[in-house]
């Protein structure tokens, strides 16, 4: 992910560098970039989500067991 983040950052300075575009141009570009950063991520953080849910729901569980008894 590291390496792909160099790379995106790489691209947006040169294109921010550039004087062919426009700023909306630039805008535009940029916007694109770090969209498709989070759709990337997506995936992987909605997992880590699912997860901490998961193991959220399964010590509240306990808990109210301990309760009970």
Do not use: Y
């Not at 141009?25 to 950063?37: K, N, P, S, T």
């Not at 989500?49 to 306990?62: D, F, G, N, Y």
């Amino acid at each position: 992910m590291k390496d792909k983040l160099a790379t995106l950052l790489l691209i947006a300075m040169t294109m921010l560098a550039s004087g062919c575009m426009n700023w909306q141009q630039r805008l535009l570009f940029v916007g694109g970039i770090a969209f498709g950063l989070v759709v990337e991520a997506l995936p992987e953080l909605v997992s880590h989500l699912k997860e901490a849910l998961t193991e959220k729901w399964r010590l509240s569980q306990v808990v109210r067991r301990s309760k009970a008894a």
